[in-house]
């Protein structure tokens, strides 16, 4: 199966995870997921392979966090529908294989994706 990567091209993390992929494997794709956005099915999908909260892939920096969730508690189905209103707080890059996924913005985790 070939893999998939939610890559956001102007993030310094996200474009260095990609070229780490680059030196694993040719056989993925790359999803520009603020020009394609991602689908509620899509976020449910990896938060399954993650074996994660859905919380624990938000970016707690970014300023819309910052300014209007924070502090705040939300439920699983809260935060898909926040997450997938507000792309750009979802960590990346995310990486998905067939069976397992993983937020790749360390080099030693997207090995593990092999």
Not at 20 to 49: A, H
Not at 65 to 78: D, I, P, R, S, V
Not at 83 to 111: Q, W
Request: glycine letters at 4%; charged letters at 30%; one cysteine or more.
């Amino acid at each position: 199966m070939k893999l998939k990567i939610y890559h956001n091209p102007k993030c310094k993390q996200s474009r260095l995870g990609l070229e780490k992929l680059k030196t694993i494997t040719n056989n993925f794709e790359i999803r520009d997921y603020l020009k394609t956005p991602i689908t509620p099915s899509e976020l449910n999908e990896i938060v399954m392979k993650l074996n994660l909260p859905i919380g624990s892939l938000v970016r707690t920096n970014d300023e819309y966090y910052k300014t209007f969730l924070k502090g705040k508690n939300f439920h699983h189905n809260e935060w898909i529908k926040i997450i997938c209103e507000n792309p750009k707080l979802l960590k990346r890059p995310i990486i998905v294989g067939h069976y397992k996924a993983i937020v790749g913005h360390l080099p030693e985790e997207i090995e593990k994706i092999k």
